[in-house]
């Protein structure tokens, strides 16, 4: 039938080699499946709330940034921040404001969000 094309092997143009731009391993920071799923539960709560209204996620050499948006364009109002170099002294996570002031940092990546997130609470006289 037809030619059978493998999608893990690059494509090359008429025998000119093609470099590889993908990232090496260990290359940069990330967040991985859990912290992400932490971070985004937080995130959907306070965008359902009407809060928040968009994000990034940065990897950088030296930390990963997920940082949130009020208004799309605009300085983020807060930066989830993972810095593995800090992770036997202060905690490899960070809240940061737009204004560079750290709200919360710690080893457990739940009880830095906590800062982040205001859930209703009832309140009886």
Avoid: C
């Avoid at 809060?51 to 940065?58: F, G, S």
């Amino acid at each position: 039938m037809g030619e059978v094309i493998e999608p893990s092997r690059p494509f090359r143009t008429a025998g000119a080699p093609v470099p590889d731009v993908r990232p090496s391993h260990g290359s940069f920071i990330s967040f991985d499946r859990s912290e992400l799923r932490e971070i985004l539960n937080v995130y959907g709560r306070m965008v359902a709330a009407g809060e928040w209204r968009d994000y990034a996620i940065d990897q950088l050499k030296e930390k990963a940034v997920f940082s949130i948006f009020r208004h799309m364009g605009e300085v983020p109002l807060y930066r989830v921040e993972k810095d593995p170099k800090l992770r036997t002294r202060q905690g490899a996570y960070s809240v940061v404001t737009a204004t560079g002031l750290i709200l919360k940092r710690g080893h457990d990546l739940a009880r830095v969000l906590a800062v982040l997130d205001r859930r209703l609470k009832l309140v009886r006289n």
